[in-house]
């Protein structure tokens, strides 16, 4: 397995280093990239650090400039690891290769700016990368996300959603009609979901256009416009340019202003098939999130057919999760939500399997959530949140945290991932709702 001593940067000594080696058949030779580095070592050094940020299953890699040294950071299963400090002299080298090989401008380092670049690791492979660059006060931060690490096609069940889920979101699948919204904070995986539906309907014999601020990934046999891009087109231009072509389904990115919401809810209205991702805690907070945005109350009930929350948890690594008495932060969380925790519950240790993380990958904790006449009904007569839980309650749609409970219970996550979700837990602000009190 791998060894710390295989690294490629200097170890950080606080910090519980990344073990890394040699990515299998990592080039070595420089490729055809028009960067002339005097120092031959950099270009080495920043394929070296994309080779072991891979090797991490690292999903970004993040240069941030200190005071006197700048930091080396991956992003894995959403957690940022510490992975080196490096002298600012080597740091603003390799600043200014990744910016080259992004294609930015390498005189501008006063405005945030990003780009897209193919990395040449070995023969004929080519990592795609999005490479942002932000001003700090510091120095210049860069942030590198791995795209391949998305590339691979996506499927429902790979999500983490259970089988009584999966069929509500096949059943809308197998009928296509009106407004998905998948919802959740940043970094629930939303994207990720909607790529995975996109997968799903990219076959159908359909005209599919998808505007995104960015595109995280590309699909085949659909069109996607990116907004925010060289050309300078915003949502509202990138939705209105959509609608000219004429599409059967509209996927749009995010639903983040007043505009944006317009455009979806009317096309949904007029018979198109929209998938949007909206900023809202849970399933029912869709409603108030859309309400929120100007959409009258018979709209958002003419247009939404099916709303899916979600969040992601870490899954404990099978090779060291133990069982063991719950701690008392676990305890303390589950009296607050009057859960009763069995005896022993599930734990991250840390082994070699899992380069001593505990967790190896996320899995997502889902409310899907199909209206029905009786909700259209609800949202029509301005019901609120309170008044939609209880009648999600009554369809016995599985709340988020019942998903989340049944997957500590099962070791497919832990209770102290869920008590970590903190603020951006809905649960917190729920009114209390049938929970499993025996277990
Ligand atoms: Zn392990």
Known sequence: MLDPSHSHFPLMSAARPIESSLAPGFSRSRGEHPFRDEDPRTEERARLLVADAIAGRASDIHIEPGSSSVRLRFRIDGNMHDVADIPKNSAIRMVRYFKVAGGLDTTESGLAHDGHAGLVLDVGETIAVRISSVPSVSGERLAIRLLDAYRRPLRLPALGLDLRDISRVQQWLDEVSGLVAICGPTGAGKSTTLYALLEEIRNFDRCVITVEDPVEREID??????????????????????????????????????????????????????????????????????????????????????????????????????????????????????????????????????????????????????????????????????????????RKVSLMLNHGIAKALAGETTFTELLALGKQAPWLHQTPHPLPRKM
């Open 221 to 394: 046999g659909i069109t996607q416009i990116e907004v925010n891009g060289p050309r300078g087109m915003t949502f509202a231009t990138g939705l209105r340019s959509m609608l000219r072509l004429d599409p059967d389904f509209m996927v749009v990115g995010e639903i983040r202003d007043e505009e944006s919401n317009r455009i979806a809810i009317e096309a949904a209205g007029a018979g198109r098939i929209v998938l949007t991702t909206l900023h809202a805690n849970d399933a029912v907070g869709a409603i108030t999130a859309l309400r929120n945005y100007g959409a009258r109350d018979f709209e958002i009930a003419a247009a939404v057919e099916l709303v899916i929350a979600q969040r992601l948890v870490r899954v404990p690594c099978v090779e060291c999760r133990v069982r063991e008495a719950p701690s008392a932060r676990e305890l303390n969380w589950a009296n607050r939500l009057s859960i009763a925790l069995p005896e022993k519950c599930w734990h991250a240790r840390g082994c070699r399997a899992c380069l001593h993380r505990g967790y190896s990958g996320r899995t997502g904790i889902f409310e899907v959530w199909p209206l029905d006449h009786r909700s259209q009904q609800l949202v029509q007569e301005h019901a609120d949140v309170f008044a939609l839980h209880e009648h999600l309650g009554e």
